[in-house]
Nanobody, 125 residues
Framework: QEQLVESGGQLVQAGGSLRLSCAVSGHTFTMYAMGWFRQAPGEEREFVAAISGGGTSTTYGDSVKGRFTISRDNTKNTVYLQMNNLKPEDTAVYYC??????????????????WGQGTQVTVSS
């Protein structure tokens, strides 16, 4: 079973940037499509981005396109979320997720197999 641990969340001013990391245990990292989600207080969990096992395919939620970039380093078993031009509405707990099957970037969006514990991102206006 894979374990996912997020880090990098903090308080940042609007217009600023932040990079989140998600370290994944296990020896089969490249066999998983990875994704990021977020959940604001009182809101449903929202899909943010996903990336294929080899890192060649990505997809994004509409609210973050052009501002956020997902990437992965398969030598470090880590997936990243670079967030630029942050807005107060980006405030949320950000979760990392994994789906077995390196090409399953749409399935990781719809039905992840594993979740991390989340990291808080707060954007002040």
């Amino acid at each position: 079973q894979e374990q996912l641990v997020e880090s990098g969340g903090q308080l940042v001013q609007a217009g600023g940037s932040l990079r989140l990391s998600c370290a994944v245990s296990g020896h089969t990292f490249t066999m998983y499509a990875m994704g990021w989600f977020r959940q604001a207080p009182g809101e449903e969990r929202e899909f943010v981005a996903a990336i294929s096992g080899g890192g060649t395919s990505t997809t994004y939620g509409d609210s973050v396109k052009g501002r956020f970039t997902i990437s992965r380093d398969n030598t470090k078993n880590t997936v990243y979320l670079q967030m630029n031009n942050l807005k107060p509405e980006d405030t949320a707990v950000y979760y990392c997720a994994a789906r077995a099957g390196p090409a399953q970037i749409l399935r990781v969006r719809d039905a992840p197999d594993y979740w991390g514990q989340g990291t808080q991102v707060t954007v002040s206006s």
